[in-house]
């Protein structure tokens, strides 16, 4: 039997990290290195959930291409020894510019995965947002990780979201996300070929997953199961939603197709925390939102889960900086480098989130890999924030980039300041 089974006081402690854990950690030195150990560690249809996009994956590889099209302007010679990476953010400070992206079904991937990313998010001074799609309840988040933002996915009926509302309110949270990408399921072919559906439906192949991925069987399902029983969806209402587990594959979701912003203007009328509108992708949304109270919007197209062919977050960064130049506009979708961050904070981006690297994180390496995954990450920023010739995030601006395939040609000598004497210079 492993030794995860065993019982200590902060279960998810990453100064009690296992040999293991450490082992995994010093081979990880990257985001993507991450993903390879996951795909290893986990079932396949719970790592397909994970990775996995919708339809032919335009959305997914449309947003890391943006990054890719941007290239930087570095300066040089201007004493970049004393650096900071951190931000303000609705009155905080956070060490930062980065944050964990609210993933839904987390404490299936990892044990106890929610209060994983929250406990190693606040522990390293940055942003986690918990997802309404979660296993474990919000409030046992709430408990050791208070400052943790919370996502909710509106039910359907205006009495569920008000309970919804006092609940969150009740908990504790501050920062209330309400995703609004989601009117109707996405078509996540790739979920049902390799098996996967919320709630899982047992079968034979499914427990052939299990049996052939021990350390994940152990370690975090039945881990799970002797110390809390099984886990149902905990938040998406005021009260326990379905287990995980179950022969009926129907998932308690009302339908969420008839919601409009009047149901945004509701809830600004309740909730009197800070109401950030997650998933926006045009300037005239990004106007509305303004206009129904929201203080912040998340530039997002769900990872490329949800509409396949939807906009890249960062190609629609800069119309929607400019269309609501006074709310703190975020992004997310296909970060994974600190070069990836900076470009969207030079077009705009006041801070931005990461989904599925912090899932693999959780999964294979627990606090300690949720907290060395942020760690590579605000690196990467501060080494590239010298590269680029900066002290400070203030200082990001669009004169650090460009268009990668902008050759900016002058006319031959242009501009060229010619060097102290070298009119004078004899030629060989
Ligand atoms: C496994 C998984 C579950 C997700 N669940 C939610 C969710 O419950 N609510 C939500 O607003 N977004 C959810 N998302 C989307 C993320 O919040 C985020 O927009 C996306 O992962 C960012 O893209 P990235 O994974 O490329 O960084 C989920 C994403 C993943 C990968």
Request: include cysteine; aromatic fraction near 6%; charged fraction near 20%.
């Amino acid at each position: 039997m492993y030794s995860v089974l065993a019982t200590n006081t902060r279960e998810t402690d990453h100064r009690n990290a296992s040999a293991h854990t450490q082992r995994v950690c010093r081979s990880i030195l990257s985001l993507d290195d991450f993903e390879n150990q996951a795909r290893r560690h986990l079932p396949r249809p719970i790592y397909a959930y994970i990775s996995g996009a919708v339809e032919d994956n335009a959305s997914l590889t449309g947003n890391r291409q943006a990054f890719a099209e941007l290239a930087f302007r570095p300066r040089v010679l201007t004493n970049v020894s004393q650096r900071s990476t951190e931000i303000e953010l609705f009155g905080r400070r956070y060490n930062a510019p980065i944050g964990i992206a609210p993933m839904g079904i987390s404490a299936l991937s990892a044990y106890r995965g929610d209060i994983v990313q929250a406990q190693a998010a606040q522990d390293a001074g940055v942003l986690a947002i918990m997802s309404g799609s979660s296993l474990i309840r919000l409030e046992d988040v709430m408990a050791v990780a208070p400052h943790t933002w919370f996502q909710a996915y509106l039910p359907g009926d205006p009495v569920e979201i008000d309970a919804l509302l006092d609940r969150v309110e009740a908990a504790g949270v501050r920062t209330l996300v309400i995703t609004v990408d989601t009117p109707v399921a996405a078509n996540r072919e790739n979920n049902l070929r390799a098996g996967f559906s919320a709630p899982l439906r047992p079968s034979i192949g499914l427990a052939w997953e299990g049996i052939t991925h021990p350390r994940w069987l152990v370690g975090t399902f039945l881990r799970t199961l002797l110390r809390h029983g099984m886990p149902h969806f905990e938040n998406s209402y005021a009260k326990r939603g379905a287990p995980i587990l179950s022969p009926n594959v129907l998932r308690d979701f009302s339908d969420r197709s008839h919601l409009a912003w009047s149901h945004i203007a509701a809830i600004r009328r309740r909730w009197t925390g800070t109401l950030v509108i997650k998933g926006v992708l045009t300037a005239e949304d990004a106007i509305i939102a303004q206009r129904h109270g929201a203080d912040g919007l998340i530039v997002s197209n769900h990872g490329g889960r949800q509409l396949d062919g939807a906009v890249a977050p960062l190609r629609a960064l800069p119309a929607i900086v400019r269309a609501v130049p006074q709310l703190p506009v975020m992004l997310d979708s296909g970060i994974r480098r600190g070069t990836d961050v900076l470009k969207a904070l030079a077009l705009g981006a006041r801070c931005v989130f990461v989904g599925r690297p912090f899932n693999y994180a959780a999964a294979v390496a627990s606090t300690t890999g949720v907290a060395h995954a942020i760690e590579l990450l605000r690196t990467e920023v501060s080494r590239d924030l010298a590269m680029l010739g900066l002290r400070s995030i203030a200082e990001v601006s669009p004169a650090c980039i460009q268009s990668a395939t902008d050759w900016q040609l002058a006319p031959l000598g242009a501009g060229v300041v010619p060097l102290p004497n070298s009119s004078t210079e004899t030629k060989p």
